[in-house]
């Protein structure tokens, strides 16, 4: 268990809908990080936030947003959802922002767009 | 786009036997990380190694790093089946960490 929790376990929605996905990371941890996980696509970084500030973005589509609130959870919101955003999402976090240090992974959440 | 390129794309071994992972990478780096992931699972931290470091071991993984050619090596002695999954490297710069494409290695009894 790496201490970082996300919820929903799984999702199934359809196209042009709307979904949050939660994430509260690690004690202690101020770094969240938002994961793509596809076949296709491999792993692919989106979002960085720390300590509520975004830090650093990836291959994050317009139609997605994050942010992460006062108590560090963070939210990843996709919206207009597509076929092609079928994917596992994961949530990480670590202590600081830099890429010096480990990063805590959750156990996913699997969106099924259909 | 992926920075990491790993090396097999698949490995089978037989439980007891080592397993050798290598990673390439394009650009310049502050460290390098292994990753673990089981099946549908999150990624699990294995070994960072920084730039400056050639070569790191923890229990019975053993990582090597080589800057001047942009690679790094991951081996895993005496395997056990429990070591089956999928190996990430993740090459860290600035503020985010990028992966490769994985190596999955499958433990056989």
């Known amino acids: 268990d790496s201490g970082v929790t996300q919820t929903p376990k799984h999702l199934i929605t359809a ?3 709307r979904v949050t996905l939660r994430c509260s990371p690690r004690s202690g941890d101020l770094s969240v990080y938002w994961y793509q996980q596809s076949l296709d696509q491999g792993l692919q970084f989106l979002i960085q936030y720390y300590n509520g500030e975004e830090r650093a973005k990836g291959n994050i589509l317009e139609r997605f947003s994050a942010q992460q609130f006062p108590d560090l959870h ?5 919206s207009s959802l597509e076929l092609g955003d079928s994917a596992l999402y994961f949530c990480a976090s670590s202590v600081s922002g830099g890429a010096s240090y480990e990063q805590y992974f959750g156990p996913g959440t699997r969106l099924t767009v259909t | 786009s992926q920075q990491g390129e790993e090396d097999p794309q698949a490995l089978s071994i037989q439980e007891g036997e080592n397993a050798t992972m290598n990673c390439s990478y394009k650009t310049s780096i502050n ?7 089981n099946s549908g699972r999150g990624l699990v ?12 071991h923890s229990g019975r993984l ?4 080589d800057t001047s050619k942009k ?4 081996l895993i002695t005496a395997s056990r ?6 190996y990430f490297c993740a090459t860290g710069g600035g503020n985010k960490l990028t992966f490769g494409t994985g190596t999955q290695l499958k433990v056989e009894l």
């Open chain 1, 15 to 17: 196209t042009g809908q």
């Open chain 1, 74 to 78: 963070s939210e990843l919101n996709l």
């Open chain 2, 31 to 37: 460290n390098l990380q292994w990753y673990r992931q």
């Open chain 2, 45 to 56: 931290h294995l070994i960072l190694i920084r730039s400056n470091e050639r070569e790191k």
């Open chain 2, 62 to 65: 053993r990582v090597t790093l």
């Open chain 2, 71 to 74: 690679s790094s090596s991951l």
């Open chain 2, 81 to 86: 089946a429990a070591d089956t999954a999928s």
